[in-house]
């Protein structure tokens, strides 16, 4: 049988006396639960020290960039080292019966079971300060009723063990404050420079304020809401009769001398980037990842004057930026003979929280533009493929893909026609770019750029096919500046570096080393023309002009890129000693008001570059086997007599131009000029004139009359003469077809739907002119010729352009003939051919 049963009329004794003496019973509870705590012990965590050993990041020469303590806790101090006015402000806002419970408060808890009760939810509570030092010595984030009634029992056991200052201390000495900040003696210092036993009734009821929630009340991010909190604190002290109202209200109207948040610690977004990465905060972690005692100094390789400087510039020049729509930029330095970083600036304000200031443009991933072209025309030039010389079409294109066609542009929206790789690299050009990248073909170009450290490329090839060369994928700015600084270093990708070494509480000095160096598997040969073509002036000069951002008084090698609709905008570039890439644009990824890279991170690039100052001479080409040859530019091969230009350009060994291979588009022609026509022998020497004339091959021709540039006569001047009556339309060249060309070749693809396989026809004509219209093997397409599209058909097609000229003579085009293969070339592809 059981108590009850046993002793009915006692059990219904003490149940009616507990039942109408709640206090009464909770108390002789309490006391119950007391003496069988007694022989209970404490936590082990109960006499661990609260203050741990600090650990302080340096940079290069040993300047304090952040102190870092294990959750933030400094030295734990007494009662006697905080001001009374702590106290007061904590007592009065946390358990104002503080010295008049157990542990536990019984009215508290009666209060906050029935607000509840009332309520139907968890509207109040009723945990002690005690009952807070003991959720903090068992150290578990849990909080279910079970967890509750436990800190319940540890506080009771706590205040029997310690006394009423003890656990105060506890409290004050171990509880956050935010920003990786315990302790009161720690928040003191953090946030208004001074002692805990110096700090005013305003500043401990402001701080006193902070643990409740501390990311909410972060005074460097919400300080309107910090203040608010401590409005209620010093509500609580005035109803607790430690302030009267007058002065709770004179004391929450002080301005606080707060300590600005650039004072906490310097180069914040690096700094912080080694807490989370090396776990700085976690003092186990610490002493495993150095094999012995915890450090207590981590020299990293920053530089906190060139750090300071950087920053800086980052700030003027968002301010001259103001009204473009941009709000943020991002810039990384590093040496490129080792790796080491030297400077690091994630944002343009790391305490901005309206500009997302605490994200680390660094190592964001965003789309790089055109800052990608050097590494697809190094692999061109390292696989034979082309060379500086070499003379790519800057004319229309259109690339299709299984994923829809593409045509691409240039930033200036010209067609630049023939164009020497040097210019089309130093320009930007996209079009040129993307025909090296259809030759090399998307694999090649995804693991040249792979090698080239760029990691977060992570998809497919056809994933990004080869406007991958314009920067349709994402890199992050520390990989890039890797990437460069391997060109810089002649193929050989260095290993980030950012700690030197670190000292233990032993004194011991533990050198930490950089990641391994790897080959980018590009030849140092192919690597020094495109940094020559990068530091060349004069060949950008056609898109950038001259004395602009990119242009310094000493060698630099530098890349813009921008990306689709303005939403990011980078330069990136390299002296011999240092490599530096400037981001500049949003974080949350919204357009720029055409700011361009020259524009946008062009300028804050130059300003980073020139105060860094010159490096030095980049390495004489002839070092890696170069060879330099005189070209003509207009050909890429050797002057001939009638050129007019000619210049010295590297080449790989091997791949330049032999000694009988000379221009052939300059030329003299002789004309009659009787008729404008070529001249015979038969031409009297008085009409006999020679005439000067750049002849780029047919699939320029277009291009050339588009830009004015006559090409010679085809028929002499006898010929025409004799030439049979003309038929009913006369043959001109005020009739231009642009595209189709003639000679081309189409290739099918049975993958493709039908619309990725016609043809846009593109000509020309008088604007005086009527009736414009295309012939296509002798039939009539019908609607605005300026609109006409042909769907591709097996077999040879000739296509004309006519029109009725303003006397009513009838007109037509040159003839164009094509030829439209069946069979695919390249799978997934209908390939447009010029010869």
């Known amino acids: ?279 700085l905060d976690d003092p186990d972690r610490r002493a495993s990842s150095s094999g012995s005692a915890p450090p207590v100094e981590l020299r990293t390789t920053l530089d906190a004057k060139l750090q300071h400087a950087v920053e800086q510039r980052v700030r003027s020049h968002m301010k001259r930026l103001d009204g473009d729509r941009v709000t943020n930029a991002a810039v990384v330095i590093l040496e490129n003979r080792t790796g080491a970083i030297r400077a690091y600036v994630g944002s343009a304000d790391f305490w901005n929280d309206n500009i997302a200031g605490q994200n680390d443009g660094v190592r964001m991933r965003r789309q790089p533009g055109s800052t990608l072209k050097p590494f697809v025309y190094a692999r061109a030039l390292d696989t034979r493929l082309k060379t500086a010389a070499s003379i790519l079409p800057d004319i229309e294109l259109n690339v299709p893909g299984a994923g829809g066609a593409f045509t691409p542009t240039n930033y200036d929206g010209t067609l630049h026609g023939p164009t020497p790789l040097r210019e089309a690299l130093a320009n930007s050009y996209n079009i040129p770019a993307v025909r090296v990248a259809q030759k090399l073909g998307a694999g090649d170009v995804l693991r040249t750029l792979r090698n080239a450290g760029l990691t977060s490329l992570d998809r497919e090839p056809e994933h990004y096919g080869v406007g991958l060369t314009l920067g349709n994928g994402d890199v992050r700015p520390l990989h890039l500046a890797r990437a460069y600084a391997g060109i810089a270093r002649g193929g050989t990708l260095p290993g980030l570096r950012s700690v030197l070494w670190s000292r233990t509480t032993d004194e011991d000095t533990i050198h930490v080393p950089g990641d391994a160096a790897r080959p980018m598997n590009l030849s140092p040969g192919a690597l020094r023309i495109v940094t020559d073509i990068l530091s060349d002036p004069y060949a950008r000069a056609e898109a950038f002009g001259r004395h602009g951002p990119l242009d310094f008084p000493f060698p630099v090698a530098a890349k813009t890129g921008t990306s689709k609709d303005y939403r990011d905008n980078w330069t990136a570039g390299f002296t011999p000693d240092y490599t530096v890439v400037v981001w500049v644009g949003n974080f949350d990824g919204s357009p720029m008001r055409r700011i361009s890279g020259v524009t946008g991170a062009g300028p804050l690039f130059h300003a980073v570059v020139s105060h860094l100052g010159p490096g030095g001479a980049f390495p004489d080409p002839s070092t890696a086997g170069l060879q330099s040859v005189e070209i003509c530019p207009a050909s890429g091969r050797r002057p001939g007599t009638f050129c007019p230009t000619k210049r010295a350009e590297w080449f790989l060994p091997g791949t330049a131009p032999a000694a009988g291979d000379t221009c052939n588009v300059h030329r003299r022609i002789a004309i009659d000029e009787r008729s404008g026509l070529l001249a015979t022998e038969a031409t009297p020497a008085d009409d006999l004139r020679e005439r000067a004339y750049t002849v780029y091959p047919p699939p320029y021709h277009a291009w050339m009359r588009e830009h004015g540039m006559p090409l010679p006569p085809d028929i002499t001047h006898e010929a025409a003469r004799s030439e049979a009556p003309q038929t009913s339309w006369r043959t001109t060249d005020r009739l231009a077809i642009h595209y189709p060309l003639s000679g081309a070749n189409f290739h099918l693809d049975p993958v493709l739907r039908d619309s990725f396989q016609r043809v846009h026809l593109r000509g020309t004509a008088p604007g005086t002119w009527h009736d414009v219209h295309w012939i296509i093997d002798g039939e009539r397409i019908q609607g605005d010729y300026r609109d006409a599209r042909w769907r591709l058909e097996p077999g040879r097609h000739t296509i004309h352009l006519r029109a009725i000229g303003p006397d009513g003579t009838r007109y037509r085009s040159r003839q164009a003939a094509v030829t439209v293969h069946d069979t695919p070339e390249t799978a997934g592809w209908a390939q447009n051919e010029a010869p």
């Open 1 to 279: 049988m059981d108590a009850a049963a046993r002793f009915p009329r006692l059990s219904r004794q003490a149940w009616d006396t507990l039942r109408r003496h709640p206090i009464r019973a909770c108390v002789l509870g309490i006391l119950l639960v007391g003496m069988l705590s007694l022989a209970w012990p404490l936590p082990p965590t109960a006499d661990a020290p609260s203050g741990v050993v600090s650990l302080k990041i340096t940079d290069r020469s040993g300047q304090v960039l952040r102190e870092i303590r294990p959750d933030g806790r400094g030295r734990p101090v007494p009662l006697a080292a905080v001001d009374t006015s702590v106290l007061a402000a904590l007592i009065a806002t946390e358990d104002r019966r503080f010295y008049r419970h157990p542990g536990v408060d019984p009215l508290a808890v009666l209060r906050a079971l029935r607000s509840n009760l009332r309520e139907g939810r968890v509207v109040s509570g009723a945990s002690t300060l005690t009952m807070q030092v003991a959720r903090r010595l068992r150290n578990t984030r849990e909080r279910g009723w079970w967890d509750k009634i436990v800190e319940a029992h540890l506080a009771v056991r706590v205040d029997l063990r310690w006394s009423k200052d003890r656990i105060l201390s506890a409290w004050l000495n171990r509880v956050s404050y935010g920003n990786h900040t315990h302790g009161i003696e720690s928040a003191a210092r953090l946030y208004f420079g001074k002692h805990a036993i110096d700090l005013t009734r305003a500043e401990s009821a402001f701080l006193v304020g902070l643990p409740q929630s501390p990311s909410r009340y972060d005074p460097f991010r919400h300080l309107d809401r910090a203040r608010q909190r401590q409005r209620s604190v010093l509500d609580a002290m005035a109803r607790a009769g430690d302030l009267t109202r007058e002065e709770a209200d004179r004391l929450a109207s002080l301005p606080l001398d707060l300590n600005r948040p650039r004072q906490v610690f310097r180069a914040p977004h690096f700094t912080e980037w080694l807490r989370v990465h090396r776990g």
